[in-house]
């Protein structure tokens, strides 16, 4: 059973930044994507960012040139630098790691930006 835990979550202004970390039990360069999900109150949850395990990065445009995703292969551990943040960026994130046959989720970490 593979775990992810989030954490860096919390209250920010608008302007501020955050940096989200997600902590995984296994070794996250066996997994084929590792991603970065949010979902707002009252809304679907939509993919924030991903990396594959080749290093190609994807990101929403509504958060390119603010977030910024990596990973710490040796730490088993992927970040979401979040910069610039806006109050529509308020939401629960959550971690996502996929391999053929899996697909895990953390428990989230909730980011609340105010204005």
């Known amino acids: 059973q593979v775990q992810l835990v989030e954490s860096g979550g919390g209250l920010v202004q608008a302007g501020g930044s955050l940096r989200l970390s997600c902590v995984v039990s296994?070794?996250?360069?066996?997994?084929?994507?590792m991603g970065w999900y949010r979902q707002a109150p009252g809304k679907q949850r939509e993919l924030v960012a991903s990396i594959t395990r080749v290093g190609i990065i994807n990101y929403a445009d509504s958060v390119k040139g603010r977030f910024t995703i990596s990973r710490d292969n040796a730490k088993n551990t992927v970040y979401l630098q979040m910069n610039s943040l806006k109050p529509e960026d308020t939401a629960v994130f959550y971690c996502?790691?996929?391999?053929?046959?899996?697909?895990?989720w953390g428990q989230g970490t909730t980011v609340t930006v105010s204005s």
């Open positions: 996502n790691a996929k391999r053929t046959f899996l697909n895990a």
């Open positions: 296994a070794t996250i360069s066996n997994f084929d994507v």
